[in-house]
């Protein structure tokens, strides 16, 4: 590839809404193969990011296009399902980077650590309040967008892995190093009890994840609730008992996707941009990919997209093996199809492309990429978006 070549694709954004909160807006980028949101709080001119995913392009487009200055990125925790676009926001657009109580001491670059009530301005209306909810990791807090016109009343709750909608966060995963799964629970049952059902009921939720996320068991599809809502329905409040809640909590988790630990490393260090990891990237004509592969370590993964049958007008399975992964197959490669959307809409024949690839495929693995050349791009950015760089295309 020439350095030309390497530039980085902007994939589709995932904007899914933009809601408008007493003139502040809050636009919501979701991703469907990672089930994971972030947010772009906006008011007077200025925006706060918040857990931004690693491939940062579509939103410094957004910030251009609006007119608007990124005042800092707001991580709600040490994420390990995906790879953070933190460090490259820092380096592209001077944006500070704020995190929760202890995570200075953690990170290889230098965050902002807040305190528990904290607030960051974004206009003459509005600031951001750090909340500390430490339960899914110790680190963890809640992002309040309070109106400083109502005496500080808090509109929004940007909750990361603490609360989700019809769920909360889990207190297992490597991001609590240091303590067991039940201390991390009772903190969890401390935070939603003392920190987040206090909230007024009408305070908008929007969580970092939504059904089909690992974090998290149970988790609804909705992309963002209220307090009251989730105080009637969400079954991680209903709870009296701490120690009922830790059992609940600690019991019936999935299993977490290896890579996780590898994320939780990746953003802690501060990734490598994302257009430097392109350029790192062969591609190669079949007689040169084949001698690559010979490689015992090397896991080759076909991404070729889902083929429209030609006997029935609509996606099916069938018709890939059939049609694309059967013709010109690369003995051993495993297929994991992509999709079309650069991961913002995934359709049910297509499953979660990086999170298969992360719980199936070890992070040490080298990987070589089998794409059609147009979804190539594509494909690698979505296994940067987990920390996984590739070796090779053809």
Not at 27 to 47: D, K, P, T, V
Not at 148 to 155: D, G, M, P, S
């Amino acid at each position: 590839m020439s350095d030309g070549e390497a530039d980085c694709l902007i994939l589709p954004s995932g904007l899914k809404e933009t809601h408008d909160i007493d003139g502040a807006s809050v636009r919501i980028y979701y991703l469907e193969c990672l089930a994971q949101a972030s947010y772009m709080i906006s008011h007077g001119g200025n925006a706060f990011l918040i857990d931004p995913r690693r491939d940062v392009d579509a939103y410094l487009q957004d910030l251009e296009s609006g007119g608007l200055t990124l005042k800092g990125v707001l991580l709600t925790h040490v994420h390990a399902d995906f790879v953070s676009g933190h460090q490259e926001l820092q380096e592209r657009a001077r944006a500070k980077v704020y995190m929760g109580a202890g995570s200075a001491e953690r990170c290889q670059f230098r965050p902002y650590e807040t305190k528990d009530g904290e607030d960051m301005s974004l206009s003459e209306k509005f600031a951001v309040r750090a909340v500390h909810t430490p339960g899914h990791t110790p680190e963890s807090v809640t992002w309040l967008l309070i109106d400083k016109e109502e005496n500080n009343r808090a509109k929004a709750a940007f909750t990361g892995d603490t609360l989700f909608i019809g769920s909360c966060g889990r207190p297992d995963l490597v991001g609590s190093i240091g303590y067991t799964a039940e201390q991390m629970a009772g903190f969890m049952f401390d935070s939603l009890n003392e920190k987040l059902k206090t909230l007024p009921d009408d305070t908008k939720v929007y969580p970092a994840h939504g059904a089909g996320s690992p974090c998290g068991k149970s988790l609804g599809t909705g992309l963002s609730s209220t307090i009251g809502a989730e105080k009637r329905t969400n079954i991680a409040l209903q709870f009296q008992d701490r120690n009922t809640f830790v059992k609940f909590l600690t019991s019936g988790q999935p299993p977490a996707p290896g890579y996780f630990k590898h994320d939780v490393t990746q953003n802690l260090q501060g990734a490598l941009p994302l257009s430097k990891a392109i350029k790192n990237v062969g591609w190669l004509e079949p007689a040169d990919f084949q001698k690559a592969i010979e490689d015992e370590q090397v896991v080759v993964l076909d991404s070729r997209r889902v083929s429209r049958s030609h006997s029935e007008n609509r996606f099916t399975v069938a018709s890939l093996q059939i049609e694309d992964f059967n013709v010109g197959h690369v003995p051993g490669a495993l297929c994991f199809p992509a999709g079309q959307a650069g991961g913002a809409v995934v359709k049910a024949e297509e499953g979660n492309f990086a999170i298969w690839v992360g719980t199936l495929i070890p992070h040490t693995a080298k990987l070589a990429i089998v794409a059609y050349t147009d979804q190539a791009f594509e494909t690698i950015q979505r296994l940067a978006r987990i920390g996984y760089e590739v070796r090779s295309t053809m």
